[in-house]
């Protein structure tokens, strides 16, 4: 198996590991482009955390690169590709995340977060109807809470955004 192989040589293999910090610096920069309308408050909010996050991106390649350059590690995409198992579930994470995106302007933020986060938490083994239903309500009502009800964003509103907006 090629896992092994990298094993043999005593080379880790970080090229799987590069792929979310990529992404993260593509999002930061979209971000970036996106802000110049809000207000002061917001846009330096958001342009401190990014910069946060550009810098802790940066320290963890400049790792990377050292080992890369004392010859640790490689960048290599087995733990990406094996092992074969994990594949289905991935791909059941992707397609829930594209359902959950397609979802949102219909249901609305609050239900589309709790379905979504029932969904992934089942395609990751949770079975348990106490931490399903606790885990999805606590973190879709935190994000009602804090995005709709607190700072008013722009999310889809939907059934329990119509419901609960005589309470906020």
Avoid at 4 to 20: R, V, Y
Avoid at 25 to 31: D, L, S
Avoid at 54 to 76: D, H, N, P, Q
Wanted: one cysteine or more; hydrophobic letters at 55%; charged letters at 15%.
């Amino acid at each position: 198996m090629p896992d092994s192989e990298a094993g043999k040589q005593g080379k880790k293999a970080l090229g799987a590991e590069l792929i979310i910090p990529a992404l993260a610096i593509g999002f930061t920069v979209y971000y970036f482009t996106t802000v110049w309308d809000l207000s002061w408050e917001a846009k330096a909010d958001g342009l401190a955390i990014g910069w946060i996050l550009l810098a802790l991106i940066g320290v963890y390649l400049v790792k990377t690169g050292a080992c890369l350059w004392r010859g640790e590690a490689s960048l290599s995409l087995v733990p990406l590709i094996f092992p074969l198992g994990a594949q289905a579930q991935r791909l059941a994470l992707i397609a829930s995340i594209v359902v959950f995106i397609l979802a949102l302007p219909y249901l609305g933020f609050t239900l589309a977060t709790a379905l979504f986060m029932v969904a992934a938490m089942r395609i990751l083994g949770v079975r348990s109807p106490k931490p399903l239903l606790t885990v999805s309500a606590a973190v879709a009502g935190g994000g009602y809470l804090l995005f709709i009800a607190f700072l008013d964003t722009r999310f889809p509103r939907g059934p329990i955004e119509h419901f609960l907006r005589w309470f906020f």
